[in-house]
């Protein structure tokens, strides 16, 4: 029985790391991973990826953990600022994030964690090291302030909401040039 679709989701990679190994060394060589095709086990609907996320990952060995480095790449869709019209962006992200065990690697006792710990940076008791929620935060952090579909794109109207780009509405603009409310507030005041 082959079926090729459900194939193609088992080769996808996550961003989990068992990190046991290097736990009970002392130090040692960075582990570098290269990130071809990952995916994130979930849907935001904000956050829609139009690439799998591709880059390298190192972990390294601290006195309190494992520290992550490195750099992911995607595209994502996203609204232009204007038109809300759906844009392809191309981002990028610099991961440094230290991960700290939930449970002593050799006794298997649960260590003291302070009490403003991160829980999304702990590595689980099966010493999974899960970088999912790092880069889904990333992802937000790397997106751009203002996305625009093109150059000069018009926008929406704002007074009855129409795409600008494609139909041309009939209405007035009617908005108050911002200099004459003023001059019309200082009248107002003279006549008080
Ligand atoms: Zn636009
Ligand atoms: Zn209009």
Sequence with gaps: MSNQASKAT????????????????????????????????????????????????????????????????????????????????????EIEETFTPRVDIVTGGKLSQSPDVDATTLISEQHILDLTEVVRQSLYLAQPAQILCKEDCLGLCPQCGKNRNQVQCNCTEETIDSRWADLLALKNKMTD
């Design 10 to 93: 088992l080769n996808k990679q996550v961003l989990e790391f068992n990190v046991a190994q290097q736990l009970k060394q002392q130090g040692g060589a960075p582990r570098a991973f290269v990130i071809e095709d990952a995916v994130l086990p979930f849907m935001d609907a904000d956050l829609v990826l139009l690439a799998p996320l591709s880059g390298l990952i190192k972990l390294i060995k601290t006195d309190t953990g494992i520290l992550v480095t490195g750099t992911l790449s995607t595209v994502l869709e996203l609204p232009c600022t204007r038109c809300l019209a759906p844009v392809s962006v191309a981002v990028s992200m």
